[in-house]
C-alpha cells in the first residue's frame, strides 16, 4: 500500500463520520418539521379542551361531587363549550369588515375583540336570564324540574354541535336560532307538538329574511349615500370633512341608543325616550370632536377616493369594538343563560321563569367567548371580511353602522331578528350595490362612447361570490330544524337519567 493510499485510507473516517452526522442531523430536523407541522393544528383544540377541564373542575369545587352536583358539573362543561364555539363564529360579524377592510389586522382584531366581548359580559351582561326562551315552550310543559334540566342541557348541547359543525364549514350561523331550534326538539320530545308555540316560531322563520333583507338595504343606502356625498364629488376630500364627522357623530349616537338599550340593563334601567336622548348627546358630542380630528387627518391627503379610507379607518375600528362590546353584552346568556337556569333548578328544586346569573357562570361565558374567539375566529372573520366581497373602510363603515340601526329599528318595530343575519346580510348588501353601480356605470360609459357591454362579460364582473351565498343561506335555512332534530335525540337518551 502506497503512502498515498495509506493517507486516503486515514482520511476516510473522519470524512465517513462528517456525513454520517449530517445525514442523522438532516433526518431529525426533517422530523421535527413534520411533527411541527402535525401538532400545530391540535394546539387550539388542547387549549379549548384545557379551559373546559379548567371549568369543570372549578364547577366541582364550588358545588360539589353530589349526584345533582356532577349535573351541574356536565351543564358547565357544555356551557363552555357552547361559550367557545360562539367565540368561533358570531364574533366574525363585528371583526370581519375591519379585517377585511384592512383598517385592522388579525392580531390587533382578535385582541381588540376579546377585551371588548369580556368586558361587555361582565359589566353590562344581563344579570337576570329567561328561562322558556322567550315563550317558545309553554311553562307547563317543563314544571317537573328534571323535564326542565334535560331539555335546557339538550338544547344547549345540540346548539354548540350545531355552531361547531356550522364554524368547520365556513358558515356564520345565528346562536340564538341554535338555541331555539334545541328547545323545540326537546320540548316537542317532551310534552307533543302542542306544546310549542308555532306563532312565535313563525315569527323566527320570518327573521330568516327580515334580517339580512334589512340589514343590506340600510347598508347599501349607506353606501349610495357615501357614493354621492363624498367619492364622486368633484373636491373629494372637503366633502368629507363636511360629512365625516356627521356620519362619526350618527354612528355614536346610534351605537349609544342600542346599548343604552340593549346593553346596560345590569347598571342601569332606561327607557326608549332617555335611550334616544342619550344617544342624540353622545352624538352631536362626537360630531363636534370629530370636526377638528378629521381636518387634520385630511391635510396632505392627495384628492381622489383612495384617501378617503384614511379618514373611516377610525370610526370603523370604533364601531367593530363597540359592536363587540354590545355583543358580549347580549349573546353571553345564550352560553350561561342554561346553565344558570340548570344551576337554579336543580339547587332549589323547582323551575322559575326567570334566574339570576351566577357571577362565576358569567365568569365561564365572558372567557370561553374570548378564547374561542382567539383561537378558532381567524377562519370566519376572513370569510366575512375578505372573502364574499371585497370591502374597504367606507363599505365596511356602512355594514357596523347597517348592523346598529337596523336591530334599532327592528326592536322598536318588534321584529324578531338576529344580529348575526343582519351583519352578513350588510356585507351582502354592499356587494350587490357595488355589482349594480359598477354594471350601470359601465352602461353609461360604453352608450358615451359606442360600446356596449357583451352580458357575458358583464356576467363575469360579479363582485359577490355566489357560492358563499348558497353556503351561507343553506346554513340558514337548516339552523332551526338541525338543532331541533339533534335535541330530541339528545333528550330521549338523557331523560332516562335521574337527577340524583
Do not use: C, F, Y
Given at each position: 500500500m502506497t503512502n498515498a493510499d495509506?493517507?486516503?485510507?486515514?482520511?476516510?473516517?473522519?470524512?465517513?463520520?462528517?456525513?454520517?452526522?449530517?445525514?442523522?442531523?438532516?433526518?431529525?430536523?426533517?422530523?421535527e418539521q413534520a411533527t411541527a407541522t402535525i401538532s400545530r393544528p391540535l394546539v387550539a383544540p388542547g387549549l379549548a379542551l384545557l379551559f373546559v377541564i379548567g371549568v369543570a373542575l372549578v364547577a366541582l369545587a364550588l358545588i360539589g361531587a353530589s349526584p345533582s352536583g356532577l349535573v351541574i358539573v356536565g351543564a358547565a362543561v357544555v356551557a363552555a363549550y357552547m361559550a367557545l364555539n360562539i367565540g368561533a363564529n358570531d364574533v366574525a360579524n363585528n371583526m370581519g369588515p375591519a379585517v377585511g377592510a384592512k383598517a385592522l389586522t388579525m392580531g390587533s382584531a382578535l385582541v381588540i375583540a376579546a377585551i371588548c366581548e369580556t368586558a361587555g359580559a361582565l359589566i353590562a351582561g344581563g344579570d337576570v336570564v329567561s328561562t322558556i326562551s322567550s315563550g317558545i315552550v309553554s311553562p307547563e310543559v317543563v314544571a317537573d324540574s328534571a323535564t326542565f334540566v334535560w331539555l335546557?342541557?339538550?338544547?344547549?348541547?345540540?346548539?354548540?354541535?350545531?355552531?361547531?359543525?356550522?364554524?368547520?364549514?365556513?358558515?356564520?350561523?345565528?346562536?340564538?336560532?341554535?338555541v331555539v331550534g334545541g328547545v323545540v326538539g326537546a320540548g316537542v320530545v317532551a310534552a307533543g307538538f302542542d306544546a310549542v308555540n308555532w306563532s312565535q316560531m313563525t315569527s323566527i322563520a320570518a327573521s330568516w329574511v327580515i334580517s339580512p333583507v334589512m340589514g343590506g338595504v340600510i347598508a347599501a343606502a349607506l353606501l349610495a349615500f357615501i357614493k354621492a356625498k363624498i367619492a364622486y364629488v368633484d373636491d373629494k376630500l372637503a366633502a368629507a370633512r363636511k360629512w365625516v364627522p356627521i356620519l362619526t357623530g350618527l354612528m355614536a349616537g346610534v351605537f349609544a341608543t342600542y346599548l343604552a338599550l340593549k346593553g346596560l340593563r345590569r347598571i342601569i334601567e332606561v327607557d326608549s325616550p332617555t335611550a334616544v336622548a342619550i344617544g342624540i348627546a353622545i352624538g352631536v358630542a362626537c360630531w363636534l370632536a370629530s370636526r377638528p380630528l378629521i381636518e387634520r387627518q385630511s391635510r396632505g391627503l392627495e384628492n381622489r377616493k383612495k384617501s378617503l379610507r384614511v379618514l373611516f379607518s377610525l370610526p370603523l375600528i370604533v364601531s367593530a369594538a363597540l359592536l363587540s362590546f354590545a355583543h358580549g353584552a347580549n349573546d353571553?346568556?345564550?352560553?350561561?343563560?342554561?346553565?344558570?337556569?340548570?344551576?337554579?333548578?336543580?339547587?332549589?328544586?323547582?323551575?322559575?321563569?326567570?334566574?339570576?346569573i351566577p357571577s362565576w357562570v358569567m365568569i365561564i361565558g365572558a372567557i370561553g367567548i374570548s378564547l374561542g374567539l382567539m383561537l378558532f375566529g381567524p377562519k370566519l372573520i376572513m370569510l366575512v371580511g375578505d372573502q364574499i366581497t371585497k370591502l374597504n373602510p367606507m363599505r365596511a363603515y356602512c355594514v357596523a353602522l347597517s348592523a346598529a340601526v337596523t336591530v334599532i329599528v327592528a326592536s322598536w318595530l318588534g321584529l324578531p331578528v338576529s344580529s348575526t343575519h343582519i351583519a352578513v346580510g350588510g356585507i351582502f348588501g354592499v356587494g350587490f350595490f357595488r355589482e349594480w353601480h359598477a354594471e350601470r356605470r359601465a352602461r353609461m360609459l360604453g352608450l358615451q362612447k359606442g360600446k356596449v357591454v357583451p352580458p357575458e362579460e358583464r356576467r363575469r364582473r360579479k363582485l359577490v361570490r355566489r357560492s358563499h351565498a348558497v353556503t351561507v343561506a343553506m346554513a340558514w335555512v337548516i339552523t332551526v330544524p338541525f338543532s331541533a332534530l339533534l335535541s330530541a335525540g339528545l333528550y330521549l337518551v338523557l331523560s332516562h337519567f335521574s337527577l340524583g
Open positions: 495509506e493517507q486516503l485510507r486515514q482520511g476516510d473516517g473522519p470524512r465517513n463520520q462528517w456525513k454520517t452526522l449530517d445525514k442523522d442531523l438532516g433526518r431529525i430536523s426533517v422530523l335546557m342541557l339538550s338544547a344547549l348541547i345540540a346548539a354548540a354541535l350545531w355552531i361547531n359543525l356550522a364554524t368547520v364549514l365556513g358558515a356564520p350561523v345565528s346562536t340564538t336560532h341554535s353571553v346568556a345564550n352560553a350561561v343563560g342554561p346553565l344558570a337556569a340548570v344551576v337554579h333548578t336543580v339547587q332549589a328544586g323547582s323551575v322559575e321563569a326567570s334566574v339570576s
